[in-house]
């Protein structure tokens, strides 16, 4: 973390007190840093080579010894994120300032104020992508390996991202694929196009997984939800491709070498999952063969009335041999049009098993997709703040174990 800032440091120096009156009524005077002796103060674990408060120019000395220098710098220190939550995170960084030089009886270090938050007005930040949320300064002493002690002033940083960009440039896409991935289901199967869709999708995800690599530091201790719901994407996207060839390969099935068993009619042949599905199922519930109204029956029935006729009329025997022939060709043409409709059901009803397959597929992912949806950015929607207490105890507690 980089933050420029006005740190006031106050100090009393006996060396440097004067009687205004014997100096023309002056009680503070403007020196160069360097003239006047200082405590040494450096920030730990600073990015720069010495760590140094270098940006001093002056100090104001007071004529009762009191010294005040407000160095205007820039501080850059290395901060441990956790970027789970990406992009409602909210980070902490430790501003920790001690004398490297004096221990904790020569030069002691005291806040000019309680060990409590900031206000907003004195903790201010003018960022694109961070906006501060707390400052709180904290005081904490020390023990060196040889029994010596240190202060350490120290500033806690709270900062919290500001998530609207990256919600419309990473989140939204990413849920309206999730749920778009779905719509392979309803994609007819004699259209072809199920797999040509596919592909695009995963062109998309691959191209929206490398727009969020773009936003996140690489080698991160842990892996963010916006990236954990990336992979998720990627699964869901070869699961139902793989159950969509399954079912396309159910709809070109040939019901003359293959029937629909039995059982599976009589699971999903019902009223219940065809109101579910919205597959009708007025041709296909009836497992028995379909059979035609000119049967065999009706061609002797038809064949007594052609007798009946032909003694009415005192024919006989003598029908014509063009009737005869004449009927006999409807009977055919009846008998085929019969078998076609049973090759036309059989066949029907592989192609309604699968849509039926689809439809209960898509209900189930749009499940699965909401509580997936639900549980790893609704945990991201209710954040709390950071503890500064526990990234304090976490900080000194690395630090001792260094």
């Not at 024919?315 to 009927?327: A, D, Y």
Request: hydrophobic content about 40%; glycine content about 4%.
């Amino acid at each position: 973390m980089s933050a420029d800032a006005y740190i006031t440091f106050e100090w009393n120096d006996v060396q440097l007190t004067w009687d205004p009156s014997k100096y023309g009524g002056i009680n503070k005077i403007n020196l160069p840093f360097y003239k006047v002796w200082e405590p040494e103060i450096i920030l730990y674990d600073n990015r720069a080579v010495t760590g140094q408060l270098v940006d001093s120019r002056q100090v104001s000395v007071s004529s009762d010894g009191r010294v005040e220098w407000t160095p205007q710098l820039r501080m850059e220190v290395y901060c441990t994120s956790n970027y789970r939550a990406f992009p409602y995170d909210e980070q902490v960084c430790q501003f920790f300032f001690m004398s490297h030089l004096y221990e904790r009886s020569y030069v002691k270090l005291l806040l000019q104020g309680k060990e409590e938050p900031m206000s907003r007005d004195a903790c201010t930040s003018v960022h694109n992508e961070w906006e501060v949320i707390r400052c709180t300064p904290y005081i904490e002493t020390m023990v060196y390996t040889h029994g010596n002690e240190h202060d350490w002033l120290g500033l806690i940083v709270s900062v919290r991202r500001k998530y609207v960009y990256h919600v419309y440039v990473l989140i939204v896409p990413t849920v309206i694929i999730v749920f778009l991935i779905l719509s392979i289901f309803w994609i007819p199967h004699y259209s072809n196009q199920r797999f040509s869709f596919a592909g695009g999708m995963l062109f998309v995800l691959l191209l929206m997984n490398f727009l969020v690599q773009e936003f996140l530091p690489v080698g991160l201790g842990n892996v963010p939800r916006v990236v954990s719901y990336t992979l998720y994407a990627l699964l869901l996207l070869s699961l139902t491709t793989i159950l969509s060839l399954a079912t396309h390969y159910l709809y070109f099935t040939d019901p003359k070498h293959k029937p629909v068993p039995e059982f599976l009619k009589t699971i999903f042949f019902r009223d219940v999952i065809a109101m579910i599905t919205g597959v009708s199922a007025d041709v296909i519930i009836a497992s028995d063969p379909i059979s035609s109204s000119f049967d065999n029956k009706s061609w002797a029935t038809a064949n007594k009335s052609t007798s009946l006729i032909a003694e009415q009329n005192g024919t006989g025997n003598e029908v014509s041999g063009v009737t005869e022939k004449l009927l006999e060709e409807i009977h055919k043409n009846l008998d085929a049009l019969t078998s076609g409709q049973k090759s036309r059901v059989l066949d029907n009803e592989w192609k309604q098993l699968s849509m039926i397959f689809d439809r209960l597929l898509f209900y189930f992912f749009l499940l699965v997709n909401i509580v997936v949806t639900s549980v790893l950015y609704g945990q991201s929607f209710a954040r709390n703040d950071v503890d500064d207490v526990k990234a304090l105890n976490k900080f000194f507690e690395d630090y001792d174990n260094y």
